[in-house]
């Protein structure tokens, strides 16, 4: 008993030796981000609410509805019901099992025959002396920061494929106008040389090719109209609801689009970014892994107690036939096979791991804003030359047309003209939903809507 007793304090003072202290590794991050305009400043985009990027109000109404009623979202928030139940099931070894067993038979006792009630009471505790029990709260806490943070990711992924998915269904939609409006063109020219080729006056070559014009261009209807559906439905699905029409807002060519996106710090993306927090929580339930795989080196100790008795009467368990015992215990690996150590090895190469990925998702991180950022610069001239060619096009239509009605050239210059002009104007339009595109991507890159609490990310315009 004495050796035990100076075994036990020993164990005491020497509690807390296993595992180390988590420490987030170094992470090298450029001064600024690659393709930053203007002077580095910690003002970022993403500093702002996700309504004040997206200004439509429909918009703003269909995230606020995918927020509240999406799918993932509604899957994120039990998955962090999970975490925290299973986090429960850990912080319970932080406190004494009591169990409790009655049992009613019929024996014989005490030179009596007759009925025999049975009732024990257990205690156990294990002492926590090589943090064993530690470790596992830390790494459960950390599977519920998780969790927490994957939600939060969630929230971002969710608005932004909302807003790239409405962007692309307000693109389908001038695409139609625009093959309508051409449609109507080609109707019309290919109706004059009919007329024309009617009386005498026009060949059959302009008549074919207004004709082939018209067709081609009267095809693309349909096919837009197939197209707008199809991303009605894909709208629906992510607000949660079966398929419909999509309200409308703003027109393509009105959405905002900021002139200047300040990308803020690269280093502050650490703190902004929910991915890399959801990575950073990963590593540290894998550092309290190895801890726990080191405290399976030693021996386990706890505490027991037990009350009961057996009486014919339960009256009589508190009298004679009441017993109880106190003890301790020692559960110590003697021989495993190699077991534990190779179950610390695993856990060793999980943390390795962990960090890794962490390191690699930061390192991405940096990359996706650059893209990102020299993309929405690059995309703005995209759309100043397609604006200028548009321009360029439909200068050449009228030309045409008052040469033509000036008899100085044939009306295959003013088709040409107009099968120049269509093509022109769906890249033009092409080129605004990019640019919106890339707008929603350097958000969610950023870290947009970092500043947001829980109850404030499925608002629209501050208001639930």
């Not at 109404?61 to 039990?78: F, P, T």
């Not at 459960?140 to 927490?148: D, F, H, I, K, M």
């Not at 027109?251 to 689009?257: A, H, K, P, S």
């Not at 009961?308 to 106190?326: D, E, K, N």
Request: aromatic share 8%; hydrophobic share 45%; net charge neutral.
């Amino acid at each position: 008993m004495r050796r035990l007793v100076l075994f036990l304090a020993a164990a005491a003072l020497a509690g807390c030796v296993t595992g180390q202290v988590y420490q987030r590794p170094p992470i090298t991050a450029p001064e600024q981000h690659r393709g930053q305009l203007g002077p580095v400043e910690a003002a970022s985009l993403a500093d702002q609410p996700w309504w004040e990027i997206f200004q439509d109000e429909a918009l703003k109404g269909l995230i606020a509805e995918a927020l509240r009623n999406g799918y993932d979202v509604r899957l994120a928030a039990l998955r962090i019901e999970e975490a925290r139940a299973n986090a429960g099931i850990v912080r319970s070894q932080n406190f004494p099992a009591v169990q409790g067993q009655v049992q009613a038979g019929f024996g014989r006792q005490a030179g009596e025959t007759g009925g025999l009630l049975d009732v024990n009471l257990g205690l156990s505790w294990e002492l926590d002396l090589w943090d064993r029990i530690r470790h596992s709260n830390e790494a459960a806490l950390a599977q519920v920061l998780a969790s927490e943070e994957a939600r939060r990711g969630v929230w971002l992924s969710l608005a932004s494929e909302v807003a790239t998915a409405y962007f692309q269904l307000r693109e389908l939609d001038l695409q139609l106008e625009i093959a309508r409006r051409s449609s109507s063109d080609f109707q019309e020219t290919f109706d004059l040389f009919n007329r024309r080729l009617q009386g005498g006056a026009a060949s059959a070559l302009e008549t074919a090719s207004a004709e082939a014009s018209l067709a081609s261009t009267s095809a693309n209807i349909p096919d837009l109209e197939r197209q707008i559906v199809a991303q009605e439905n894909l709208l629906s699905f992510l607000l949660g609801r079966n398929p419909g029409p999509i309200p409308r807002g703003a027109v393509l060519n009105d959405q905002f689009l900021p002139p200047q996106i300040p990308p803020g710090l690269p280093s502050d993306l650490l703190q902004r970014r929910p991915d890399l927090r959801q990575t950073e929580q990963n590593l540290v339930a894998a550092n309290a892994e190895v801890g726990i795989a080191q405290a399976d080196f030693f021996p386990r100790i706890s505490l027991t107690s037990a009350v009961g008795g057996v009486a014919p009467q339960l009256s009589g368990l508190v009298g004679s036939g009441r017993t109880w015992s106190v003890a301790g215990g020692l559960l110590t690996p003697v021989f495993q096979g190699r077991l534990l150590q190779n179950r610390y090895r695993a856990a060793v190469a999980r943390w390795e791991q962990a960090r890794v990925a962490y390191e690699q998702s930061v390192t991405n991180s940096f990359s996706e804003v650059s893209t990102a950022l020299v993309a929405y610069q690059k995309l703005a001239e995209v759309e100043t030359q397609r604006a200028r060619a548009v321009a360029a096009d439909r200068q050449a239509v009228q030309i045409s047309n008052t040469r033509y009605v000036a008899g100085l050239s044939s009306y295959l210059d003013v088709l040409q003209a107009q099968q120049q002009l269509y093509p022109a104007e769906n890249l033009l339009a092409q080129a605004r939903y990019n640019r919106l595109a890339t707008l929603v991507q350097l958000y969610r890159a950023l870290g947009g809507g970092w500043k947001l609490g829980d109850e404030d990310w499925p608002a629209a315009g501050g208001t639930k």
